[in-house]
């Protein structure tokens, strides 16, 4: 026999599922990154902000020095500029169709992966009658965004002629490393030898960037060489990097709590099978939430001030606990994660579980769990 307990009606909202973000975790590794690399600090608010939120992350990062913003779409840089912020801001993951002339007008800066997308922008340019504000991109060795270096000639030619009929303004040159969170791993130093190559033949064109940008995040923190005018930080606004502060606490309230015997089978597929008499208790969070479906039988969260393990499958909407022979009430708050403080697990932690990694988890957290940054939802 087992015993359900539910949650009782209280005069105040719901305990719910929250994603609490700190936005002075947020400040403190925007001043971390800063301090590091030396130099200028683009907060790249990206999906969503790594889940911290796009717009109070880009308000924290710039209230901490930040003095550009960046995204991987257009949407999103047009979010930004919606919600009032004025700050440089460039987008980089363009298709060749985009809204180039909504763009143009917000004043987002635009990455320039090929010749077809600087075509396209400077047609775009001609009709709205600005000056398009570009960063050439190059690959430095992904085979992934950017223009190859058997392209890049044509495309810094290109450039430069936009920029002397007064179409384009060349703010920048960038790329990306593929290993930077190996610093030793020689790809590196490669992909620093071909920034700098590509960095000479637009000199050699006439353009003159003044935004040379190659390191995100772990190359910020780990590999000065390729530190040069500004670094882009995204992941490591939350707190995902060597050193830096985690920005994100995931909660969720036991909704209803069950005594079972020892040999009770759990969830579909009865994965997991009590080995004691126990309280299960049960969370309302689950993989539509952002919650990893399939993870490692040592997941846990913290309940009650101890660490609890996670039983079988994690369901659609709901995940079980095993909260222990003193067991607790419903109304009960798990973390989830969170930066580690209390004892909880963190983000690092359920990627371990999940295999995968912390970008994976928090940016995996789903619509249905409300934002609460700094107490305020």
């Not at 000479?200 to 060489?225: K, N």
Request: with cysteine; aromatic share 4%; net charge positive.
């Amino acid at each position: 026999m087992s015993a359900l307990v539910a949650a009782q009606p209280v005069d105040r909202p719901a305990p719910r599922p929250e994603l609490r973000v700190d936005t002075t975790a947020i400040a403190a590794n925007v001043r971390a990154a800063a301090t590091s690399s030396g130099v200028a600090v683009m907060a790249v608010v990206k999906a969503d902000g790594f889940g911290a939120g796009a717009v109070p992350a880009a308000r924290a990062a710039l209230a901490a020095g930040a003095t550009w913003l960046g995204t991987a779409t257009l949407d999103e840089a047009v979010a930004l500029r919606r919600a009032g912020l004025a700050a440089p801001l460039l987008c980089w993951l363009l298709p060749i169709d985009a809204r180039w002339e909504a763009a143009l007008r917000l004043r987002i800066d635009l990455a320039v992966a090929s010749h077809a997308h600087l075509r396209a922008i400077t047609r775009a340019a001609r009709r709205a009658g600005v000056r398009a504000r570009v960063h050439l991109h190059v690959d430095t060795g992904m085979a992934r965004d950017g223009a190859p270096l058997g392209a890049w000639p044509a495309l810094v030619a290109g450039a430069a002629a936009a920029e002397r009929a007064g179409l384009v303004e060349v703010v920048g040159v960038m790329g990306h490393l593929a290993r930077a969170d190996e610093p030793a791993d020689p790809s590196n130093a490669a992909g620093v030898r071909t920034y700098r190559s590509a960095l000479d033949a637009a000199l050699a064109a006439g353009l003159r960037p003044t935004v040379r940008h190659l390191a995100a995040t772990e190359a910020a923190l780990r590999l000065p060489a390729a530190a040069f005018d500004l670094v882009r930080i995204g992941a490591g606004l939350v707190g995902i990097g060597p050193g830096l502060r985690p920005a994100l606490t995931l909660t969720a309230p036991v909704v209803l709590t069950r005594r079972v015997e020892a040999g009770t089978p759990i969830g579909y597929g009865h994965t997991a099978t009590t080995e004691r008499a126990t309280t299960l208790a049960l969370l309302p969070l689950g993989y539509a939430d952002g919650l990893p479906r399939r993870i490692d039988p040592r997941a846990e969260v913290l309940l009650g001030g101890r660490r609890c393990r996670v039983l079988g499958r994690v369901s659609m909407d709901q995940a079980v606990v095993d909260a222990g022979p003193r067991g607790v009430r419903p109304g009960a708050v798990a973390t989830v994660f969170g930066p580690g403080d209390d004892g909880e697990p963190t983000a690092a932690d359920w990627a371990s579980w999940a295999g995968t990694i912390e970008h994976d988890v928090v940016t995996g957290i789903g619509a249905r769990v409300a934002r609460v940054v700094d107490g305020r939802a």
